[in-house]
């Protein structure tokens, strides 16, 4: 059975700083670590812009999202369509989430980006804008999933959308050749996505094979260096990345 | 310290085009703005030009492009980088025809959003500014199903400016897209730099806009404009 290394890291961004808004970024990271098989999952979240609480609502369904799939890995993966029933868990999360904090539902809005792997299988989700690809053992770095935005660009879906029953895209399949996986949001989008081509650009496969030869921890370190004094001055935006790294 | 935790240079990352704001000013020139009227417009429009350019990220984002009307519709500057744009001089004569003048913007910012998505560029939702002295001498119908048909799917922004008290102020609200059907109203051609100054610090905001982000833009009241409801 395959073991993995994962890493992730958030920043604010400059346009956050200057309009007094906290960094609405988050990533989180979870294995479990079993006798009926290893759990590895990542998640990342994009706070809305004006709703002042995103930053709990991704901080809340970054970690939810992952304990739920831990402990649902078998059922999610063999379900036909599971899309439904995980939006119906993240919906359910983010009104008690919103009910115990006495935070409007809407304020509580995110983008969600995750990856969880257990016995050789993933299964991959994103909710809005952001980008997840994957890399394999001939060093393809492929887009898994686009960014789904609405035609507009300060328009995209939220895990608070419940008007969009389609706004969350699974992929499920087996790792087979996947020897790697990267998630990040539309801040770091702007440097690592060619969104002429629609592709990553392959300093992505420099920043996932980053993984072979260090620690989760020295990567992380390096991973917030790189976001604050490289990428995060393309934009204004939060900038958050998350990568995966079989080992 | 942290020198050895960079594996990224600036050269490593993809230079993604600017996400552009395309905005068309729709501007009446009939007869009836003759003279003073017509060469203060020219002045704000100019005003405007100059306030996006001396916006550090503005002047990436917006583009500008401009229709007249009078008799005829006629786009006198079509969508280009800013730095590349001269205004043209404006001259009034002739009828209204006000209908035809906003399916022109309309077909002409269909056609950049079009250029943007063959492109890979991201683009924001298209502005357009109706400005009008007086009546429409053609028919409206078609452009206002238009319009509202994009406003409601929030596909358009259109503010509606009348210049004046002779502009038909009922006219103006069936193509607003601004909340209870508002229209500005500029009060005399000496205050169209301040309805500019207005604009350009209103479509600075959307250029810096990020997902989710609800753009309140700056009070009209204080630019010195009125807002009919």
Same mark, same amino acid.
């Given at each position: %059975?395959?073991?993995?290394?994962?890493?992730?890291?958030?920043?604010?961004?400059?346009?956050?700083?200057?309009?007094?808004?906290?960094?609405?970024?988050?990533?989180?990271?979870?294995?479990?670590?079993?006798?009926?098989?290893?759990?590895?999952?990542?998640?990342?979240?994009?706070?809305?812009?004006?709703?002042?609480?995103?930053?709990?609502?991704?901080?809340?369904?970054?970690?939810?999202?992952?304990?739920?799939?831990?402990?649902?890995?078998?059922?999610? @993966?063999?379900?036909?369509?599971?899309?439904?029933? &995980?939006?119906?868990?993240?919906?359910?999360?983010?009104?008690?989430?919103?009910?115990?904090?006495?935070? &409007?539902?809407?304020?509580?809005? @995110?983008?969600?980006?995750?990856?969880?792997?257990?016995?050789?299988? $993933?299964?991959?989700?994103?909710?809005?804008?952001?980008?997840?690809?994957?890399?394999?053992?001939?060093?393809?770095?492929?887009?898994?999933?686009?960014? %789904?935005?609405?035609? $507009?660009?300060?328009?995209?879906? $939220?895990?608070? @959308?419940?008007?969009?029953?389609?706004?969350?895209?699974?992929?499920?399949?087996?790792?087979?050749? @996947?020897?790697?996986?990267?998630? %990040?949001?539309?801040?770091?989008?702007?440097?690592?996505?060619?969104?002429?081509?629609?592709?990553?650009?392959?300093?992505?496969?420099?920043?996932?094979?980053?993984?072979?030869?260090?620690?989760?921890?020295?990567?992380?370190?390096?991973?917030?260096?790189?976001?604050?004094?490289?990428?995060?001055?393309?934009?204004?935006?939060?900038?958050?990345?998350?990568?995966?790294?079989?080992? | 310290?942290?020198?050895?935790?960079?594996?990224?240079?600036?050269?490593?990352?993809?230079?993604?085009?600017?996400?552009?704001?395309?905005?068309?000013?729709?501007?009446?020139?009939? +007869?009836?703005?003759?003279?003073?009227?017509?060469?203060?417009?020219?002045?704000?429009?100019? =005003?405007?030009?100059?306030?996006? /350019?001396?916006?550090?990220?503005?002047?990436?984002?917006?583009?500008?492009?401009? *229709? *007249?009307?009078?008799?005829?519709?006629?786009?006198?500057?079509?969508?280009?980088?800013?730095?590349?744009?001269?205004?043209?001089?404006?001259?009034?004569?002739?009828?209204?025809?006000? +209908?035809?003048?906003?399916?022109?913007?309309?077909?002409?910012?269909? /056609?950049?959003?079009?250029? =943007?998505?063959?492109?890979? *560029?991201?683009? =924001?939702?298209?502005?357009?500014?109706?400005?009008?002295?007086?009546?429409?001498?053609?028919?409206?119908?078609?452009?206002?199903?238009?319009?509202?048909?994009?406003?409601?799917?929030?596909?358009?922004?259109?503010?509606?400016?009348?210049?004046?008290?002779?502009?038909?102020?009922?006219?103006?609200?069936?193509?607003?897209?601004?909340?209870?059907?508002?229209?500005? /109203?500029?009060?005399?051609?000496?205050?169209?730099?301040?309805?500019?100054?207005?604009?350009?610090?209103? *479509?600075?905001?959307?250029?810096?806009?990020?997902?989710?982000? /609800?753009?309140?833009?700056?009070?009209?009241?204080?630019?010195?404009?009125?807002?009919?409801?």
């Amino acid at each position: %059975m395959s073991k993995w290394k994962i890493a992730s890291s958030y920043i604010i961004g400059q346009g956050h700083i200057q309009k007094d808004i906290p960094c609405q970024d988050r990533t989180f990271k979870l294995v479990n670590k079993s006798s009926k098989g290893n759990f590895y999952g990542l998640s990342l979240a994009d706070g809305a812009g004006s709703c002042k609480h995103s930053d709990i609502g991704a901080e809340h369904i970054t970690k939810k999202i992952l304990h739920f799939l831990n402990s649902k890995f078998l059922y999610i @993966s063999k379900k036909k369509n599971p899309s439904n029933y &995980i939006l119906r868990f993240i919906e359910k999360e983010l009104k008690s989430l919103s009910h115990k904090r006495n935070i &409007i539902f809407k304020d509580l809005s @995110s983008t969600l980006l995750f990856i969880a792997i257990k016995d050789n299988k $993933f299964i991959i989700g994103h909710i809005g804008d952001g980008v997840i690809g994957v890399l394999d053992k001939n060093s393809n770095l492929k887009t898994l999933s686009k960014p %789904m935005n609405g035609e $507009f660009s300060n328009s995209t879906f $939220f895990t608070t @959308s419940t008007y969009y029953k389609h706004r969350l895209r699974i992929i499920k399949g087996s790792i087979k050749e @996947s020897i790697g996986f990267i998630l %990040m949001s539309d801040g770091t989008e702007e440097s690592l996505y060619d969104k002429q081509k629609e592709s990553l650009i392959d300093s992505n496969k420099i920043i996932i094979n980053w993984l072979n030869k260090n620690s989760e921890t020295k990567v992380e370190e390096g991973l917030y260096h790189n976001l604050e004094q490289i990428i995060s001055k393309q934009t204004s935006d939060d900038c958050s990345i998350g990568i995966m790294k079989r080992c | 310290m942290a020198q050895n935790l960079m594996i990224l240079r600036q050269q490593d990352l993809v230079s993604n085009p600017t996400t552009r704001l395309p905005v068309c000013l729709c501007l009446d020139v009939s +007869g009836s703005m003759h003279g003073k009227p017509i060469e203060e417009l020219r002045k704000g429009v100019q =005003y405007f030009f100059e306030a996006i /350019k001396s916006d550090e990220i503005a002047r990436y984002s917006v583009e500008l492009s401009i *229709v *007249v009307f009078q008799s005829n519709v006629t786009t006198i500057l079509d969508f280009a980088n800013i730095d590349r744009q001269r205004i043209p001089s404006l001259t009034a004569s002739g009828l209204t025809s006000m +209908g035809a003048g906003v399916e022109l913007a309309l077909d002409i910012l269909e /056609k950049r959003k079009s250029e =943007y998505s063959a492109k890979g *560029v991201d683009y =924001y939702q298209p502005w357009m500014v109706l400005m009008t002295d007086g009546y429409p001498t053609d028919n409206t119908s078609n452009a206002i199903n238009k319009v509202n048909r994009l406003g409601n799917n929030k596909k358009l922004t259109l503010f509606p400016v009348a210049i004046g008290n002779s502009a038909d102020i009922s006219i103006l609200k069936e193509f607003s897209t601004m909340n209870q059907n508002a229209v500005l /109203k500029v009060k005399s051609a000496q205050y169209f730099k301040d309805f500019f100054e207005w604009l350009s610090q209103s *479509v600075a905001m959307v250029s810096q806009s990020i997902p989710g982000e /609800k753009i309140t833009a700056p009070n009209p009241r204080d630019f010195n404009l009125e807002i009919e409801l």
